[in-house]
C-alpha cells in the first residue's frame, strides 16, 4: 500500500508562488494516476489537477488553468504541483491522491497541507 505525504505549503502573498510536493512511500507509484485536491473552511473538496501514469497526459481545474503545473517524477516516487499567480481563493488545505488504475484498484489520501494566499 502507498503511503503519501505532501510538504511545500505555507502563507504567501496574491500573486506570489508556492511549489507542493508529495513523497510517495510502501510501493513504486508507476501504476497510479496521481492527482491535486483541496478543500477550503465549509466547502467540500474540490478537483485541482490530475496526471497520468506516464506524465504525458495532465488536466485541471477552470481556475487555476495556466496559473498551476502538476507533474510527477516516477523514479523519484514524488508528485509536485507548481502555483503561480496564487490567489486569497487558493486559500485551503491540499490533499495529494493516488489512483491505482490496475486491480486491486484504490485510492489514497496523504493527510494535506495547507496554503494560505494573503490578500
Known amino acids: 500500500q502507498v503511503q503519501l505525504v505532501e510538504s511545500g505549503g505555507g502563507l504567501v502573498q496574491a500573486g506570489g508562488s508556492l511549489r507542493l510536493s508529495c513523497t510517495a512511500s510502501g510501493r513504486t507509484i508507476t501504476n497510479y494516476a496521481m492527482g491535486w485536491f483541496r478543500q477550503a473552511p465549509g466547502k467540500e473538496r474540490e478537483f485541482v489537477a490530475v496526471i497520468n501514469l506516464s506524465g504525458q497526459y495532465t488536466n485541471y481545474r477552470d481556475s487555476v488553468r495556466d496559473r498551476f503545473t502538476v507533474s510527477r517524477h516516477n523514479g523519484k516516487n514524488t508528485l509536485d504541483l507548481q502555483m503561480n499567480n496564487l490567489k486569497p481563493e487558493d486559500t485551503a488545505v491540499y490533499y495529494c491522491?493516488?489512483?491505482?488504475?490496475?486491480?486491486?484498484?484504490?485510492?489514497?489520501w496523504g493527510h494535506g497541507t495547507q496554503v494560505t494566499v494573503s490578500s
Open positions: 491522491n493516488a489512483r491505482r488504475v490496475v486491480t486491486p484498484v484504490s485510492s489514497i
